[in-house]
C-alpha cells in the first residue's frame, strides 16, 4: 500500500505486487487519472504486506480517512490516529 503526493498537493493512496514498476507507471502517465492529471508524483509512504488482498483493504481503509488522518500516518504520529477516527456523522449537531 503507499501514499503518492501529486503535483497539486493531493494524495493518491494505492497497493500494488511491484512499487517501483507502479510508480514509473504513474510517472509515466500510465497509472490512475487521478495521477495523470497531476504529474509529477512522489512517494511519500508505504507499507509492505505479504498479500496483496491485505494491502488492497489497507488501501480502502486509507482512502477513505481524512487528510489530516493520512498526514499523521504519513508523518508517523500514530497517537493522533485514534482521535483523527471521529466518524463524520459524529460532527453535525
Request: with cysteine; charged share 35%; aromatic share 10%.
Amino acid at each position: 500500500m503507499y501514499i503518492l503526493e501529486c503535483a497539486d498537493g493531493s494524495y493518491y493512496t494505492g497497493s500494488t505486487k511491484d512499487l517501483d514498476r507502479r510508480i514509473k507507471e504513474h510517472q509515466n502517465g500510465e497509472g490512475a487519472n487521478h495521477t495523470k492529471k497531476r504529474l509529477p508524483v512522489k512517494l511519500i509512504y508505504f507499507e509492505e504486506y505479504p498479500r496483496i488482498d491485505t494491502a488492497f483493504y489497507r488501501e480502502k481503509q486509507v482512502q477513505g480517512w481524512s487528510r489530516a488522518k493520512k498526514e499523521a500516518l504519513i508523518n508517523g504520529d500514530h497517537n493522533m490516529l485514534p482521535k483523527l477516527a471521529i466518524a463524520y456523522r459524529d460532527l453535525r449537531e
